[in-house]
Structure formats: structure tokens, C-alpha cells
């Protein structure tokens, strides 16, 4: 495992009658333990995460797109979300990543207990120009994966078999996910063979412990011609800057600006995502407002 990074392939079976995204993201569902100092279940929620975010991103047509997926479902770790494009970039963050709870009955960490499932799923979809494109489902368990499946279903009509999975013991023992749709043109017993084999990837985490990921399209789609089209690294990296905090700042407006200039002199703002630290001076923050001012007069 190399910290922070994954690997993806995309691939079609029999001709294009289905396509299927499976990757392995153990490196970087270990790098945001880390930065989060997440929980188990937390590290988790977010593991599983970073697959389907990143299996949804490589999708994206151009290099500016990104997809940010929000799952809100009310429970005590709060909202989670990802970030992820066409470059295999990734970036997420649990708001209490701290937050730990009981293993279920059959053994496995709770997400939909801590994620809860009173609430939504969000993808909007942002290109380099124009408005965000949103969509939304109804969480179904908040377990992630099957929430995934819903809003392929709901929103863009496509049959999909998602499975996602993360072991985590003192680190992160494996981690990832399979994404499996069918095309328009899917025939019946294609469909049949993929629901016998959608109940293997149920342990995802498993095969990923035990074979690459060649050798899961050689093993678990034996029979169905899987012709391999793309391989493509994966990373998690957050794409923040001083630049992007300012703009942050600006867009609070000249009276909160002033209020944090004069009752504390300055400030510090924290990435969510990376949780690196911007701190900015009582006459950085001046400053910036001042040249904020400037340019909207020119702009009005
Ligand atoms: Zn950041």
C-alpha cells in the first residue's frame, strides 16, 4: 500500500453490455485516517467514500469537472463528503471524525449508525462554466454503497450494482470499491450472471486482501468477456490554497471582515478537507479587503 495513493480500472463485459469501475483506494482511505484522526467506523464511512467518489469523478468528461457527493443523514459523525474529478483526484471529510460506535450484531463497524439515514444523498456535478448540475436521492441506509446504487438508479436510470468496503484494523487493511451498470442493451442473462456475482463483491474488502485488481476481473467475470479499457492511478489530495481561503474570506463580506479585524485581529482558517491551517493578520485581512473593495468598484 502507498500512503494516499489508489488505482482504478475501467472495463466493459461482453461487448459493452455492461460497464464496470473497480478500484483499490487502501493508501488513500489510510492517508484520510490519518489526517482526520478518524474513528474506525468513521475512517470507514469515509474509505467507502472515497471509492464511490472516485469511481463516479473518472466518469467526468473534462478536466475541470469535479462531482461533490454529500450524504446528510442526521447521525452523530455528521455529514460526509467527497470531492472528486476526471483525474482521479480525491479529497473528503467527516465533520466528527472522532465520532466511534458499538460493531453491529454481524460484526461489521456501523456507518449507517453514525452517518444516520434521515436525510440525502447529494451529487452536484460542476463543470469549468455555468450552473452545477444537483441531484438527490433519499438515503436508504446510510451505509453508503446502497445509497450510491439508488441515485445511479433514480437519477440517471441506469440498473447499478455498487459495493464498496473497508477493513480497518490498526490501519487500513483494505479498502475500495466495484461499480458495475448495465447498458441499455444489457440482455437478460447478462443481468442474470451479474446478480449471482453482485452477492461476491459483498466482501470487496476481502478480494482486495487477496488478489490485484487484473486478477479480480480474471476471477470474478470468468464467462463474461471482460476486455479491460482504462487503468488509472488515484490520489487523495486536497486542491486548496491561500488564493481559495481569500476568496472564502472576501465572500463574508466588509462588516464581518471588519469585526475580525477589530475584536481579534485577524484569523485562522482550516481546510476541511486537509485540515492545514491559514492564518491571516489583522493587516492581511485589511489589506485583502481593500484590494475585495477595489475590484468590485471596477467590476460595478
Ligand atoms: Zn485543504
Known sequence: ???????????????????????????????????????????????????????????????????????????????????AGPDGLVKVTIEHPEVELKLKENGKLNVGGALGKDGQLTIMRSFGYGEPYLGRVQLVSGEVAEDFAMYYLESEQTPTVCALGTTVGEDIIASGGILIQAMPECSESTIEQLEIRAELFGAISQLLQEMTLEEIVENAFRGLNPQILEEMPLKLECD????????VILSMGPKEINKLIEEQNGCEVTCHFCRKNYRFTGEELAALLKAGLEQTDEES
Do not use: W, Y
Open 1 to 83: 500500500m502507498e500512503i494516499g495513493k489508489g488505482r482504478l480500472l475501467r472495463f466493459t463485459l461482453m461487448g459493452g453490455e455492461a460497464r464496470v469501475f473497480l478500484c483499490d483506494t487502501t493508501g488513500m482511505a489510510q492517508l484520510a485516517r490519518d489526517i482526520h484522526h478518524a474513528s474506525n467506523t468513521c475512517s470507514a464511512a469515509m474509505g467507502r467514500m472515497i471509492a464511490a467518489a472516485a469511481m463516479m469523478g473518472v466518469n467526468l468528461k473534462s478536466e475541470g469537472d469535479r462531482i461533490t457527493a454529500t450524504i446528510n443523514g442526521g447521525g452523530p459523525a455528521g455529514p460526509l463528503c467527497a470531492v
Open 240 to 247: 486548496c490554497s491561500r488564493e481559495r481561503i481569500e476568496e
